[in-house]
């Protein structure tokens, strides 16, 4: 009984020291390290950023962003408008999915109908119905004019329909299916790199395709995905060389890692944006106190918030510089913005002052802040350090900072149960339109309008622009409304911003990264030294 | 003792029932599953057309007795998060879970026996007295400042041993251990370590304690007064009376270890069932979290009987009072 097991054991160690001798010297392979993982490899079960910076290695939208954020052709290699209602695109011929199959029009809708069962349906809202014209054209058809179509197809990933239907991976993984779907756990795409192995939650591997369409850019023909949520231990992994680049570095160690020889620090603007949100909504206070109504519908009092938060400290003494205060709570790459609109508001106490006495609130008030401490770069300090400027203008802040999950229930809808909230948000069509919608609009539950619009804010004028900009085809008038609305919103301060945060990556010296704004890894653009 | 054993039993499955209660209560306060599954610009329609999904709307009772039901018939139900069955997910990381405990409970019986009979036989020689006084450290540091030292040692500094991870590991009849490999060794050592650090100390102190009194108690003295030699009286007559309760103990910790790796596990970035755990609480991943503590609680019990079943073999008192 025991024999044998020892002699199998001793087979499979030779087995695997065999395969990794059987490896070639010259591949270049890649370990990097991240605090999560991808939840699933389902490209359409879930719309997380993390999901799709894994897999777009492994499978391909139609159009992507390039590192300059502007769109390019992947499986589609021409778009166009054909009419209000109707984009045209044509598909990438030659093109074949890892098992050998062809890529052709029937995998776009097959990809469609399967996204629209999924998490990631809102991808795809507005679009009616997608034909097939030919076997490499296809036509969307949108219930009413979509000028940004393919703007918001970025993440919306092809898969074969053949593979998915031999599989029984028709349908995307929900929470309610009574088994695992095959697609959660195997891939089949187009794309430059396939998975070669994964244990979920701890690592991913991949390996270069050698059929790929496209021609890789870097050099790694062997990567690996480490998960490690620790940051301390994160960092002990790239400074011992286990890895050679770590994503989600604690602003505190990154004077370390810049001093230690041979590694360094790569940063770029992330999308995502902090901001401050008052509720304006009720009447009076729910969680605070000191004031008979609610002293954050008056405009003053927000505007005297705004300009008693010093953004520029925040960024130096908590971010250690890795941030950008902004004067918009969407950032300054988003459609929309200006110059103009991002630059940040500057601080001026005595204005504050003074605007707080006007108001009646010259004693303040008190009100409790509600925070996250597990979301994103030192948010905790951050709302901590916002408590201490707000309390030069005599309004008490007690930071309540809790993790995601629970600080979600409290704020998220329909409850809305916060006076006082620190949000974050982050565009992926890259356009103001959805966060005016979204975000900004009057709530209406109903039509999908203002859902996550927590403090209750509402103006009919920014309800109309919304609105007008939905219909607008012209992307210089569109654009020019989004900036209308922008500034409304920026003197009306019912959003008071405080960041853009950066994406913080330790690497070894010698590896060259491309960063992209929405946190994506593209292996095919990396190259480590051989 | 058969009475006694079918009792134990029963009363076993009493507080598991009781533990599935209080976990699943607890669960169904812990978050918002929500704010994780759905994006940020969904409707609200999206949003009923979900909780309806994951019957968030059905009273809690309901819900309750749902879940239990398909306990019972092995049905774990699907994770919130990775949509992966629950069952099969505690199962991969398991054994990962066991091997970590196993190996830090081989490095405590290996130390902190030996250094404790040291310490309650000769309590005033000079080594006693600097076990003691390591073994503080033992106690007044943390668990997770342990760990982040022996990494800062062993392996930024000296470059010995892996900082995170469980190393290559091979599949043996569906489990995967990490103990066949030279990689699985190096990665296995330092949270071993790290987990056994608080043991360790409980051990040797313990052992000391019950070594002292034990030493000072009359069948040992009037061994002494028959002119026994002093290893005789200790080896033969003391340490078996010490070494009860610290079996007790030594059983208990194990189930400790397993409900209490999530620190030294989250630090070494070792896939399993702490930090899969952890994973689960911070996307409120529900599924997951109540199948986690019911299974430590079953775990937990199960030490717990196997420990008092064993009592008889260690002490013969016991079984004569039984029978």
Same mark, same amino acid.
């Given at each position: 009984m025991f024999r044998p097991r020892i002699a199998f054991a001793a087979k499979t160690v030779a087995a695997i020291l065999l395969t990794s001798a059987a490896i070639p010297s010259n591949a270049a392979e890649f370990r990097f390290a991240g605090p999560l993982d991808a939840y699933t490899l389902d490209p359409h079960a879930i719309s997380n950023t993390l999901v799709f910076a894994v897999l777009r290695n492994v499978y391909e939208p139609l159009v992507e962003r390039g590192p300059d954020l502007s769109l390019q052709p992947v499986l589609a290699t021409e778009w166009s408008q054909?009419? !209000?209602l109707t984009w045209e695109f044509k598909l990438r011929q030659g093109v074949t999915y890892s098992n050998g199959n062809s890529f052709n029009a029937d995998d776009v809708v097959f990809s469609f109908e399967r996204a629209k069962k999924g998490g990631m349906a809102s991808h795809l809202a507005g679009v009616a119905q997608i034909e097939k014209v030919d076997d490499f054209t296809v036509r969307f058809i949108s219930e009413k004019t979509n000028p940004i179509l393919p703007n918001q197809i970025v993440n919306w990933f092809m898969m074969d329909q053949e593979w998915a239907v031999e599989n029984g991976a028709e349908e995307p993984g929900k929470a309610d299916n009574s088994t695992e779907g095959f697609a959660n756990r195997n891939t089949m795409g187009t794309g430059s790199y396939v998975i070669s192995a994964r244990d979920p939650g701890v690592k991913t591997e991949f390996t270069a395709n050698p059929d790929w369409w496209g021609e890789i850019g870097g050099n790694i023909d062997h990567a690996i995905f480490y998960v490690i949520a620790n940051p301390s231990t994160r960092v002990s992994a790239l400074i011992s060389g286990e890895v050679q680049m770590i994503d989600g570095v604690p602003p505190q160690d990154t004077q370390r890692i810049e001093e230690t020889e041979g590694l360094k620090i790569a940063a770029t603007p992330d999308l995502r944006t902090v901001y401050l949100q008052p509720d304006v909504a009720r009447d009076t206070l729910i969680h605070g106190g000191? *004031?008979?109504?609610? !002293?954050?519908?008056d405009k003053r009092v927000r505007q005297a918030m705004q300009l008693a938060i010093d953004t520029k400290a925040i960024q130096q003494r908590i971010m250690r510089g890795y941030a950008t205060p902004v004067g918009l709570p969407i950032a300054k790459e988003v459609e929309g913005s200006t110059e103009e609109l991002s630059t940040p508001v500057a601080p001026d106490l005595e204005r504050a002052q003074a605007l707080m006495q006007e108001a009646g609130y010259g004693d303040g008030f008190a009100v409790t802040l509600d925070c996250t401490n597990d979301r994103f770069m030192n948010d905790e300090a951050t709302c901590i350090a916002i408590g201490s400027f707000l309390s030069q203008i005599n309004i008490q802040v007690t930071p309540r900072t809790q993790a995601t999950s629970r600080w979600a229930q409290q704020i998220n809808p329909p409850g809305y149960d916060t006076s006082f909230a620190m949000l974050s948000y982050s565009p992926n069509t890259y356009d103001a339109h959805q966060f005016l919608t979204g975000? *900004?609009?009057?709530?209406d539950p109903e039509g999908g309008r203002g859902v996550f619009n927590i403090g209750g804010y509402s103006n009919p004028e920014i309800d109309r622009l919304a609105t007008e900009i939905g219909a607008e085809t012209d992307p210089e008038k569109r654009s020019a409304l989004m900036t209308e609305a922008l500034t409304i919103l920026k003197e009306d301060a019912a959003y008071i911003p405080i960041h853009q945060l950066q994406i913080l990556w330790g690497l070894k010296e010698g590896v060259e990264v491309v960063q992209l704004a929405d946190l994506a890894y593209p292996l095919a653009w990396f190259t480590v030294p051989e | 003792m058969i009475l006694h054993a079918v009792e134990r039993v029963l009363q076993t499955i009493l507080v598991l029932l009781v533990i599935s209660f209080v976990a699943f209560m607890l669960i169904a306060t812990l978050g918002d599953p929500l704010g994780v599954l759905l994006p940020p610009d969904a409707t609200m329609a999206e949003r009923n057309a979900l909780i309806a999904r994951l019957s968030l709307d059905q009273p809690l009772m309901q819900r309750f007795l749902s879940f239990l039901g398909g306990i019972v018939q092995g049905d774990f139900g699907l994770s919130y998060r990775t949509q992966e069955e629950v069952g099969g997910m505690i199962l991969e990381r398991l054994p990962a879970t066991a091997e970590l405990a196993i190996a830090s409970l081989v490095i405590t019986i290996l130390i902190a026996i030996p250094a404790g009979i040291l310490c309650g036989v000769r309590p005033k020689a000079l080594v006693s007295r600097v076990i003691m006084f390591v073994s503080i450290a033992g106690i007044t540091l943390p668990n997770f400042v342990v760990g982040i030292l022996l990494i800062a040692v062993f392996s930024v500094q000296l470059g010995w041993l892996p900082s995170f991870g469980r190393g290559q590991t091979v599949s043996i009849g569906g489990l995967e251990t990490g103990l066949l490999t030279w990689s699985g060794w190096r990665a296995i050592i330092l949270p071993a370590i790290t987990l056994a650090a608080f043991q360790m100390t409980f051990v040797i102190r313990m052992l000391r304690t019950q070594l002292m009194e034990v030493g000072q108690s009359e069948h040992i003295r009037f061994a002494r007064a028959r002119g026994l030699s002093e290893a005789r009286i200790w080896f033969v007559y003391a340490i078996r009376n010490a070494l009860l309760p610290t079996v007790t103990m030594l059983g208990l910790q194990l189930g400790n270890i397993i409900a209490f790796s999530v620190v030294t596990e989250s630090v070494f970035a070792w896939p399993g069932l702490g930090s899969l755990f952890l994973q689960s609480v911070q996307a409120a991943d529900i599924p997951v979290i109540a199948i986690y503590l019911i299974f430590v609680g079953a775990v937990y019990m199960l030490i717990n009987l196997a420990v008092e079943l064993s009592y008889p073999l260690i002490d013969p008192r016991l079984k004569r009072r039984g029978a």
């Open positions: 054909v009419d !209000p000191g *004031a008979e109504s609610n !002293p954050f519908k975000l *900004a609009e009057t709530r | -």
